[in-house]
């Protein structure tokens, strides 16, 4: 096993993850449930899964193109974001793509906080 690929995957995706709306998600499930063991156990297994499927389409890409062009393509495409973000700002970029622009922390939380009360 590679130690420093593995303490790198960590540390790159727990601070991706700070902060992070599924974070407070988290919070809010946990803090207005009577189960936050489940909650853990839910939040780790969605995590988990989406870094799978990652690492899947990862690997995939990884037999289909070098890994030169995939890091070339992968920072090309975070580049036209960046430019695009920073000349159009997010949500007109997010309304041009047909996605809704990011709700604030506060509303997703009392959101989740109401979907839990009225499941419980």
Known sequence: MDWNLLGLSFVTVF????????????????????????VFLGSVAALV????????VGEGTAQVLPPQLAKTIAAISFAVMAAKLLFFGEAEVLEAEGLEPDVPPSKVLSSVSETVESHD
């Open 49 to 56: 899964l989406a870094s799978l499927l990652g690492v899947i």
């Open 15 to 38: 601070l991706a993850e700070l902060g992070d709306k599924s974070q407070f998600a988290a919070i809010a499930l946990s803090g207005s449930s009577k189960f936050p063991k489940a």
